[in-house]
């Protein structure tokens, strides 16, 4: 008898968009394979493409398909064995009695929503989500047909500081988006990623998805140093080789 879930894997299509400016690098276009129909993307369909590969943008799972680019590459942090390293371990000593967080499904809130747009026109202006309504936003990070949930970090004065979104997975959690109050001292984005760790690690689930790692851009970069991690090459997730090695 065949799986149900491979059958409906058999059945989605792929298509490549059109070129499109690259949000990551600039001066380049960028093109996108997309899995469709959407309403076939179910949860056991959405862990086998993360584990190819893809992502996730509202109803749409998505990968890079450009032609003459390949910076774009896939990343996940092994939750097991990963450790903390020494600017890491003070970050998240400083920063774990200062945020408490609280777990929600995806809703609306005009809080996160204030928030979201103070982060991408302080962090990301002129990339144009710093001009989202509120359907553009809704649209973004609140329509999934996925296993998703959100991540409320607050301050001990109970303000807003950071949002994340996530999917959770058979073998993992796949971190979809974060966004934070730009103005806030510390590394929320880093802190944000080593909660998303402990969170999966308490879960039990061996793997965090990071997305992409674009050693090229300094937005992207740093993910690589969450270690160990491995990227996916040629259809094949492996441990990159040392630096220098």
């Not at 649209?139 to 949930?149: A, C, D, G, Y």
């Not at 994340?164 to 929320?188: E, N």
């Not at 969170?199 to 992207?220: F, H, N, Q, T, V």
């Amino acid at each position: 008898m065949s799986n149900p879930s491979e059958s409906v894997f058999r059945r989605l299509q792929f298509y490549t968009t059109a070129t499109y400016p690259c949000s990551y690098l600039p001066g380049r276009m960028a093109r996108s394979e997309v899995a469709a129909p959407t309403h076939l993307v179910d949860e056991s369909a959405y862990a086998r493409l993360i584990e190819q590969g893809f992502r996730r943008s509202g109803l749409f799972t998505y990968r890079p398909a450009c032609e003459q680019c390949q910076a774009c590459i896939p990343i996940r942090v092994d939750v097991r064995r990963f450790r903390r390293d020494r600017t890491q371990g003070k970050l998240w000593r400083r920063m774990q009695p200062t945020l408490s967080v609280r777990l929600a499904p995806l809703h609306w809130d005009a809080r996160h929503f204030d928030l979201y747009l103070r982060y991408q026109q302080q962090r990301h202006p002129g990339a144009g989500m710093d001009q989202d309504d509120q359907a553009q936003y809704t649209q973004f990070l609140l329509t999934s047909r996925v296993h998703s949930e959100m991540a409320e970090f607050r301050d001990t004065d109970g303000a807003l500081r950071m949002v994340a979104i996530m999917d959770r997975i058979d073998h993992g959690l796949s971190a979809v988006y974060t966004f934070y109050d730009p103005d806030w001292h510390g590394s929320l984005g880093t802190y944000g990623i080593l909660w998303q760790l402990d969170y999966a690690d308490r879960l039990g689930l061996p793997w965090l998805y990071l997305g992409y790692w674009i050693d090229e851009s300094r937005k992207m970069a740093y993910k690589s140093r969450f270690r160990p991690h491995q990227i996916l090459r040629g259809g094949v997730w492996a441990e990159p080789p040392p630096a220098g090695g």
